[in-house]
């Protein structure tokens, strides 16, 4: 997705400055995030690096004031999908077309009352949620770690991953009921019957 | 929130359940309009108890998620970035 990109033209003065307040600050996200997608610690590192040096490097790109946030989870996704991602042993990608319906059909409804209870939740105290997390799909924890940790928005989200709005939606969709799953899971494992 | 005890006069069964959960998403993701939340969460859900239990449901979900899978980088990385910045720019 190419966009017309206006070029700055920042004093060296300007671009530490911008650095430092506007693209350090998101640090410990982008770290989280880096961590998520690679699920491994020095890869983590590597990628996170990588991203900031980047994003240095193409400071000029970026518009003072704008979402500093979003662009660099941008840079930091596709950094991800460059160098990292065939690393991994993902599985094949998820047939989106059929997420994309999913709204639509009849499954909708058994998704809507999960077999979870608030109670079993609070008893999660241990790493139950992250290993739920870090089971799913890559771009399902993906899109529940851009929503719920950090708090974009459809728009921007869809930004970041160049992906369209109604696709951001039904992936959320998908994604939540899977981790639902993945906790009723654990829920029964732990002894609660169901809701 | 409600002082209303569980059961209180709510329904036991949703006749929207799927625009519900829609509205839910939307409303715990900060997409929808002030008088959507306002009617969801002030009316339909005093009145509805599978709605009701959803939104405590999907709010302990997000709460769970963010006090355990947030990580914060090591002290040693941050330090090492902007190290390196600062060395780009001398040179």
Known sequence: MEEEVIRQQYSEREKLNIFNQEFMPHINSMYNFAYRLTLDADDAKDLLQDTYLKAFRFIDSFQQGTNAKAWLFRILKNSFINDYRKKSKEPSKVDYQEVETFYNSDDVDRQITPDLRVEALQDMIGDEISIALNSLDVDFRTVIILCDLEGFKYEEMAKILDIPIGTVRSRLHRARNLLKEKLSEYARKMGYKNA | ?91
Do not use: W
């Open chain 2, 1 to 91: 929130m409600s002082n209303l005890s569980e059961q209180g006069n709510r329904k036991q069964d949703c006749p929207n359940k799927r625009e519900c959960f829609e509205m839910l998403q939307l409303i715990l993701d900060g997409e929808a309009t002030p008088k959507q939340k306002d009617t969801f969460l002030n009316q339909h859900l005093e009145e509805c108890m599978p709605c009701y239990r959803n939104y405590h449901l999907e709010v302990a979900i997000r709460q769970l998620l963010r006090t355990k899978c947030n990580h914060s980088a090591p002290q040693d990385l941050v330090e090492d970035i902007k190290r390196k910045v600062a060395q780009n720019l001398a040179r």
